[in-house]
């Protein structure tokens, strides 16, 4: 495996990111959008979350399923996924057919057409039933109160990504193509990142066919207020239907991605990371936690959240302090 990355820049600003690795005869693009649900606007969530949907229903040139047939027939993958800071829609398929990638890519940035209206009306469907689907799990219910309480002046990290079932349910075919629109079609605001068989300068040639010409316009991005430093600890607690089960969250609030803080250690480390100006204490008041503890580490939520399932009343109780940037939330969920 070559050790070089290879960046540059088309002059739309679509930015390119090549990784050659010859261990096998397959390539995996990756086209990252720098949009999420973190640029929506109250009365507006889940907009990003629906327009990756939409991205799957076709083109004015080829049709979703043909779309989905073609990637099929030669034996390859495709998927997207939405978070709070970006979407992203990826293609895995054998090298010789990455140029289906790249066509599928170049005409979904700019030629999505939202159309039928029927389409959108099934797709709100779709994303109401998952909505409901996610409610019937007693940790996004316990995640989304935890983003309510921790962000008071950032709405949109306050949000899920699938968005509120009211602004699901008023959502219109236009507020869908005008996010798609000011978002994708700008090349300046994606990425392009391929790593897999193939040859450098032969696929840079491919991009620049298929993407160069796109134009690129200003992005007109809603960028959240930062967020005030916590100066005490909140609890909340909620409880479901009777039942054995119970989880606690304890969350802390990350600093900025882009800072070296960002990168937090596990929690065996937590306790003794050597570092006093970065230092982190868990000051545990009970037992039994330590077997059962595990952390989620996402730029999603911007939170870093320690899970404790399985607890037995009384809940045990569990304050984490930092030294550096935050003072935590501690939550509860019973079920």
């Excluded at 990637?71 to 390859?76: K, L, P």
Aim: proline share 8%.
């Amino acid at each position: 495996m070559q050790n070089t990355l290879h960046k540059s820049t088309l002059e739309n600003g679509l930015q390119i990111y090549l990784k050659e690795i010859h261990t096998a005869p397959i390539v995996s693009l990756w086209l990252w959008y720098d949009i999420g649900a973190r640029n929506e606007v109250p009365g507006k969530t889940g907009l990003s979350h629906w327009v990756e949907h939409m991205q799957f229903k076709g083109t004015a040139n080829t049709t979703g399923q043909e779309m989905d047939h073609a990637i099929a027939r030669v034996g390859g993958y495709w998927n997207a996924f939405t978070s709070q800071d970006w979407t992203t829609y990826l293609e895995t398929l054998p090298a010789n057919h990455l140029e289906l990638a790249l066509k599928i890519e170049a005409d979904r940035m700019q030629n999505s057409l939202f159309d039928p209206p029927d389409e959108v009306e099934m797709e709100r469907t779709v994303i109401l039933s998952e909505r409901e689907g996610a409610e019937n799990d007693p940790l996004f219910l316990l995640g989304e109160a935890t983003e309510a309480l921790a962000f008071q002046t950032h709405p949109p990290y306050r949000n899920e990504v699938l968005g509120f079932q009211a602004d699901i349910e008023s959502l219109t075919r236009d507020d869908l193509y005008g996010h798609y629109k000011n978002y994708y079609q700008p090349p300046q605001n994606a990425r392009l990142c391929l790593a897999g068989d193939f040859d450098t300068p032969t696929v840079l040639k491919m991009i620049e066919d298929y993407f160069g010409a796109i134009p690129s316009h200003p992005v007109k991005k809603n960028i959240p207020t930062p967020e005030g430093r916590i100066t005490q600890a909140h609890h909340i607690e909620l409880e479901g239907p009777p039942g054995d089960a119970h989880f606690a969250e304890i969350v802390y609030r990350s600093p900025a991605a882009n800072t070296n803080d960002f990168f937090l250690p596990t929690p065996s480390s937590i306790v003794s990371w050597p570092d006093p100006v970065h230092s982190i204490c868990l000051a545990v008041v009970a037992s039994a936690i330590a077997p059962v503890a595990y952390t989620k580490h996402s730029l999603k939520t911007k939170l870093w959240p320690v899970y404790l399932p399985a607890l037995t009343p009384p809940l045990t109780r569990a304050v984490i302090l930092s030294r550096s940037f935050v003072v935590p939330t501690v939550h509860q969920k019973m079920f």
